[in-house]
């Protein structure tokens, strides 16, 4: 069970960031929807609720996302529907219920750096920035790939560009946390894919997209060796719903079916 001592809604970032770095226990608050299922012990519980993180805003070079916008609020950003095909509002769709959707936060996503998230998978293709108190600015993959207890997301920064994108996975029912998942970005003439749900959270398949982007021009004879090799370099695990060698098994289908829905966009 959840254990939380004290409860402070911070009055600033630099506020947050001191009560953060008080104790080891102390936790910056997302929605707190998975946080509250845990068993872990909280000193100070550091809630951001006032400092208006939650914004989804169009600047020269970006799209930010602020830290405390919810994914229902990316659902029904008409901003986010005129960029990558619509892919960010068409992702959290599906995840779970709107209740659910309502009190989910970007921030809590990222930083919950969740095996199982859709959005992280996108974002990971997207070429997503974190923002991080103190104007550090870090990919997204390098964020996952590096914890520290001791950061405050600020915002997502997403390259404004002209591009193209697709999300694909396969679970057992609608509303319930995919099996395997998979997005592909194609921003002319680059291509970026990520995998995420192995169970571990997203990665890069770097492979593939060194394959791909040393091409002059693609078409479905290359879209087919590059997803036959987009798992290459991956670790797939178990978990209660399937296993490592499904995941591995259906991860090259649905990186066909994400980059050629990409492609017959474009040539079509």
């Not at 104790?23 to 519980?45: C, H, P, V």
């Not at 998230?117 to 920035?129: E, F, H, N, P």
């Not at 995420?196 to 982007?213: D, I, S, V, Y």
Request: hydrophobic share 45%; aromatic share 8%.
């Amino acid at each position: 069970m959840l254990s939380i001592q004290q409860y402070i809604r911070a009055k600033s970032l630099e506020h947050a960031f001191q009560l953060l770095s008080e104790d080891e226990q102390n936790a910056i608050l997302g929605g707190n929807l998975f946080l509250r299922l845990s068993n872990r012990r909280i000193k100070t519980a550091i809630d951001l609720t006032d400092l208006h993180l939650k914004y989804i805003s169009e600047e020269a070079e970006y799209l930010e996302i602020g830290a405390m916008t919810t994914l229902r609020d990316i659902e029904t950003s008409v901003l986010l529907r005129g960029f990558y095909s619509g892919v960010l509002p068409r992702v959290v769709t599906d995840i779970a219920g709107v209740q659910v959707r309502n009190q989910a936060t970007v921030g809590g996503t990222v930083g919950g750096r969740y095996g199982f998230s859709d959005l992280l998978t996108v974002l990971m293709a997207l070429d997503a920035k974190v923002e991080l108190y103190g104007k550090s600015v870090v990919p997204l993959a390098s964020y996952l790939a590096n914890p520290s207890k001791l950061e405050i997301i600020e915002k997502l920064l997403i390259p404004k560009t002209k591009g193209r994108a697709s999300f694909q996975s396969v679970r057992i029912s609608s509303g319930d946390f995919a099996l395997l998942n998979v997005a592909a970005v194609f921003v002319a003439p680059y291509w970026r894919i990520s995998v995420g749900a192995r169970p571990a959270a997203a990665k890069e398949a770097t492979t593939a997209m060194e394959f791909l982007n040393k091409l002059t021009s693609t078409g479905r004879q290359e879209i087919a060796e590059a997803a036959a090799n987009v798992g290459v370099g991956m670790e797939f695990g178990d978990s209660m719903k399937t296993g490592a060698a499904y995941r591995r098994m259906i991860c090259p289908v649905l990186a066909r079916r994400a980059m050629e829905e990409i492609w017959n966009a474009d040539n079509v």
